[in-house]
């Protein structure tokens, strides 16, 4: 982007909506809340649980893009 304004736009907004999703009960559904719900989380038991689905998706995503970056070819 040429200007700042619009990624930090983005970011405050989403900042916002993260907020209000991790305090819900449909958290779970949203991949980009589980820090936050892992942090703030009223009960100890969605803290365990948004950490545990942190590391199961980080190690899904890991595994794929290892899976398709590794097929590519390198060009020198």
Do not use: D, K
Not at 22 to 39: M, Q, R
Not at 56 to 76: N, T
């Amino acid at each position: 982007f040429q200007s700042l304004v619009l990624p930090l736009a983005v970011g405050v907004i989403a900042t916002m909506g993260i907020t209000q999703i991790g305090s819900s009960e449909h958290w779970i559904w949203y991949p980009w809340a589980y820090p936050l719900t892992a942090v703030n989380g009223s009960m100890a038991a969605h803290q365990e649980h948004a950490l545990l689905l942190a590391v199961c998706v980080g190690a899904a995503l890991l595994l794929v893009s290892a899976l398709v970056f590794g097929r590519r070819e390198v060009r020198a």
